[in-house]
């Protein structure tokens, strides 16, 4: 059954640095979605993507957050300088339609030091 | 505000239990009502729900939606300790991109 992979698993890092985080989604999906959970806490949208643009973002995704597809199966979050508070688990999700039900990766946990 | 709500914030029962997971919400563009399970990392999907007052089933699970009091229900019965998880409530929102709005989500213990 065809899902959504992310990589990596687990990242560390110093704050200021920057990472990207990295999914594939699912491969006739079009709608692609990063969400982000604080340990602890409930899931909070980031963005959406479609046709190589940014659909919608929320206030968490500020200038730090950036969104890419760079070839036809990745689809890349990158936070330019890490704060403390990013640290969380990141997930990708994608969907078929724009009102379709969106599948989720297993997430990446990210911690910044 | 869009909000999305759920109760109660955690539960422990014992198997053979039957459960009952609510989730309010206030959203400006009801587009339709997911609930989720969520065990170690990612959510994995169980039901989606756009008319009011039909059931989803799904083995012991089953699910419905009221859209004139805004809410839902998760039904749980015969409950397994494989069961234990959180379970999410998430409304997609059908102003702008169909973003999901998530509750905070009700952890389930199944005590054996």
């Known amino acids: 059954e065809p899902e959504v992979t992310q990589t990596p698993s687990h990242q560390v890092t110093q704050m200021g640095q920057e990472v990207i985080l990295r999914c594939v989604p699912i491969?006739?999906?079009?709608?692609f979605y990063w969400y982000r959970q604080i340990l602890g806490q409930k899931v909070e949208f980031l963005v959406s993507f479609y046709n190589n643009e940014i659909s919608e973002k929320s206030e968490i995704f500020d200038d730090q957050f950036s969104v890419e597809r760079p070839d036809g199966s990745n689809f890349t979050l990158k936070i330019r300088s890490t704060k403390l508070e990013d640290s969380a688990m990141y997930f990708c999700?994608?969907?078929?339609?724009?009102?379709?039900?969106?599948?989720f990766g297993p997430g990446t946990r990210l911690l910044v030091l | 505000e869009d909000k999305v709500v759920q109760s109660p914030l955690s539960l422990v029962v014992h198997e053979g239990d039957t459960v009952t997971l609510n989730c309010s919400y206030e959203?400006?563009?009801?587009?339709?009502l997911l609930w989720y399970k969520q065990e170690k990392k990612a959510p994995t999907f169980l039901f989606m729900l756009?008319?009011?007052?039909i059931e989803k089933k799904s083995g012991r699970l089953s699910s419905i939606l009221d859209k004139k009091e805004l809410f839902s229900i998760l039904n749980i019965t015969a409950t397994q300790t494989g069961d234990s998880a959180v379970y999410l409530c998430?409304?997609?929102?059908?102003?702008?991109?169909?973003?999901?709005?998530f509750g905070t989500g009700t952890r389930l213990k199944v005590l054996a």
């Open positions: 756009t008319s009011s007052g």
């Open positions: 491969s006739n999906h079009l709608y």
């Open positions: 999700a994608s969907s078929v339609l724009e009102e379709g039900t969106q599948y």
């Open positions: 959203v400006t563009n009801f587009r339709s």
């Open positions: 998430a409304v997609e929102d059908g102003s702008g991109t169909y973003k999901y709005i």
